[in-house]
């Protein structure tokens, strides 16, 4: 068995309200960044990092941000999101965060914060960290 992580985030777990509807605009979202969900079953998805299920109660309220390769990615992020119950928070376009900062923002169907950035062109040494626990 492997799993692939990124840098920081061990996972980010949102109980949502409408775990059908969130499924929707997540597929479509992910997609958009050039990912798909790990696993899915009628109670839960996740992606990577993202672990997404149904709220017995409070409903997550958190600012998340996918990595876009260019600004392509960030622009069908956008419209994959509003085309699937997302509202806007802010289109594609420069941001003053830093240099190269490019990014667009959505409301997901809880009223998360969900973003697309593109930080500009960059070296990565790996795409993943690849962990491999010992059983």
């Given amino acids: 068995m492997?799993?692939?992580?990124?840098r920081l985030i061990d996972h980010v777990h949102l109980r949502v309200s409408d775990l059908?509807?969130?499924?929707?605009?997540?597929?479509?979202v992910l997609?958009?960044?050039?990912?798909?969900?790990?696993?899915?079953?009628?109670?839960?998805?996740?992606?990577?990092?993202?672990?997404?299920?149904?709220?017995?109660?409070a409903v997550s309220r958190v600012h998340l941000a996918f990595q876009a390769t260019d600004r392509e990615m960030v622009h069908a992020f956008y419209k994959a999101a509003l085309a699937h119950g997302g509202r806007d928070n802010g289109g594609p376009g420069?941001?003053?965060y830093h240099p190269g900062y490019y990014g667009a923002f959505v409301f997901d169907p809880d009223g998360n914060n969900i973003e697309a950035v593109f930080h500009g062109p960059a070296d990565r040494t790996a795409d993943?960290?690849?962990?491999?626990p010992k059983l």
């Fill in 2 to 6: 492997q799993f692939h992580q990124g």
């Fill in 20 to 28: 059908e509807a969130s499924r929707r605009f997540y597929r479509a």
């Fill in 31 to 57: 997609q958009a960044v050039g990912k798909a969900f790990t696993s899915e079953s009628p109670r839960h998805f996740y992606c990577d990092e993202l672990w997404v299920d149904q709220a017995d109660g």
């Fill in 94 to 96: 420069e941001r003053s």
């Fill in 128 to 132: 993943s960290v690849i962990v491999s």
